[in-house]
T-cell receptor, first 114, second 112 residues
Framework: DGGITQSPKYLFRKEGQNVTLSCEQN?????MYWYRQDPGQGLRLIYY???????QKGDIAEGYSVSREKKESFPLTVTSAQKNPTAFYLC?????????????FGPGTRLTVL | GENVEQHPSTLSVQEGDSAVIKCTYS??????FPWYKQELGKRPQLIID?????GEKKDQRIAVTLNKTAKHFSLHITETQPEDSAVYFC???????????FGKGTHLIIQP
């Protein structure tokens, strides 16, 4: 389970606030991903990055932003434009070029909007 | 883009019996199909995966089969045990993207 970490574990946000979720990996993986998990919905891809300083939108990118300034880090910002941000957020990473190898998941951040 | 359908949403089996979970996908270019197990409040863990150049893969009590023509793949768990109780997700890597598309999950319940 080690190698990819997320913080915080729980996060509470007031409406109208931006919040940033941290994701760090020491697996030397090239690719990193953010997924959102809602009850009964499985995991949905928000953003992914295959290389430093480059990232791509996933299926539900609206209201989110990311950066990839370092290979080890891929923070996700949930902006006030995201209408229903309460969810469980999972970060993942994989080796080589993209998702053709196993994706390892972090422990997740549970975000609740008050 | 890719679309993955997973059935059933809930599956209850007696301990010791077999469990089968089925998924279909839409993108014929998809070539990687992992299965994840997620226990309550925890991260998904890869339990088995299969690539499009093989039809079946086994790992002890777990097996996955792939039918590329029909675009479906299945997870088979034999001799089920209480610790197999969890939510299982199938996923597919579409031909044009680099993020996995997941099914909605199957809640597997092992009855003692």
């Amino acid at each position: 389970d080690g190698g990819i970490t997320q913080s915080p574990k729980y996060l509470f946000r007031k409406e109208g606030q931006n919040v940033t979720l941290s994701c760090e990996q020491n697996l030397n993986h090239d690719a990193m991903y953010w997924y959102r998990q809602d009850p009964g919905q499985g995991l949905r891809l928000i953003y992914y990055s295959q290389i430093v300083n480059d990232f791509q939108k996933g299926d539900i990118a609206e209201g989110y932003s990311v950066s990839r300034e370092k290979k080890e880090s891929f923070p996700l910002t949930v902006t006030s434009a995201q209408k229903n941000p309460t969810a469980f957020y999972l970060c993942a990473s994989s080796a080589l070029q993209g998702a053709r190898n196993e994706q390892f998941f972090g422990p997740g951040t549970r975000l609740t909007v008050l | 883009g890719e679309n993955v359908e997973q059935h059933p949403s809930t599956l209850s089996v007696q301990e010791g019996d077999s469990a089968v979970i089925k998924c279909t996908y839409s993108d014929s270019a998809s070539n990687y199909f992992p299965w994840y197990k997620q226990e309550l409040g925890k991260r998904p863990q890869l339990i088995i995966d299969i690539r499009s150049n093989v039809g079946e893969k086994k790992d002890q009590r777990i097996a996955v089969t792939l039918n590329k023509t029909a675009k479906h793949f299945s997870l088979h768990i034999t001799e089920t045990q209480p610790e197999d109780s969890a939510v299982y997700f199938c996923a597919a890597l579409g031909g044009g993207a680099d993020g996995l598309t997941f099914g909605k999950g199957t809640h597997l319940i092992i009855q003692p």
